[in-house]
């Protein structure tokens, strides 16, 4: 007798497109997105665009950064998905300009609605805003907004909404202290 999980019966919130672009979208990844090299930024963004994405000139995705549905991504000018970077795009992420997403850093705009017996899929957008600065192995979740010039600390876990010039740390990510910009020194 075969046991069946709950979860087996019922059908992938997807539609086929969905599931097909990302399956074509991998092996470009894996083929000619991953191995290109570390300075030919122009490169993969003309693969993002090439899949949907709306990548200005001057944006930094950077080979291993990958990206789950580039039809998904916006990345201003002067943004950057660094090395290792995990963007499981189900729903929007936007990069304003100057954003940063440091290495091994997840942005996740998807998760699961536990209280169902299904379990549905739940999805809800990420904005990194301008200048903002999501820092080495971070974990953004669904439907949250890093504000402009925001600093997510290493390894932070951010649930809820990060206000402009805040920086925040921990799990669950806690305000650290807010700043303000200072000028360039001469």
């Known amino acids: 007798m075969q046991i069946k ?10 539609s086929y497109r969905n599931r097909i672009g990302r399956m074509l979208w991998t092996a470009v990844w894996f083929v000619l997105f991953r191995p290109s090299p570390r300075p030919f930024h122009v ?48 729903d929007r992420v936007t990069l304003e300009p100057y954003a940063t997403v440091s290495q091994y850093s997840f942005l996740c705009t998807a998760s699961h609605d536990y209280t169902v017996k299904s379990m549905p ?8 805003g301008r200048r903002a600065w999501v820092a080495a192995d971070a974990f953004v979740g669904p439907g949250v907004t890093i504000g402009e010039g925001a600093v997510v600390g290493a390894r932070a876990s951010v649930f809820r909404h990060v206000d402009p010039w805040t920086v925040v740390g921990g799990n669950p990510a806690r305000i650290i202290k807010k700043y303000e910009l200072q000028k360039d020194a001469p």
Not at 8 to 13: I, R
Not at 47 to 56: N, Q, V, Y
Not at 121 to 128: D, G, H, K, L, Q
């Open 5 to 14: 999980s709950p979860l087996q019966s019922f059908p992938s919130p997807h």
């Open 121 to 128: 899929v739940t999805t809800a957008p990420i904005r990194i």
């Open 43 to 90: 490169w993969r963004r003309w693969l993002l665009r090439l899949f949907g994405a709306t990548i200005e000139r001057g944006a930094h995705p950077y080979p291993s950064a990958r990206v789950w549905a580039p039809w998904n991504l916006t990345m201003r000018e002067g943004s950057c998905l660094g090395d290792h970077v995990d963007c499981y795009s189900v």
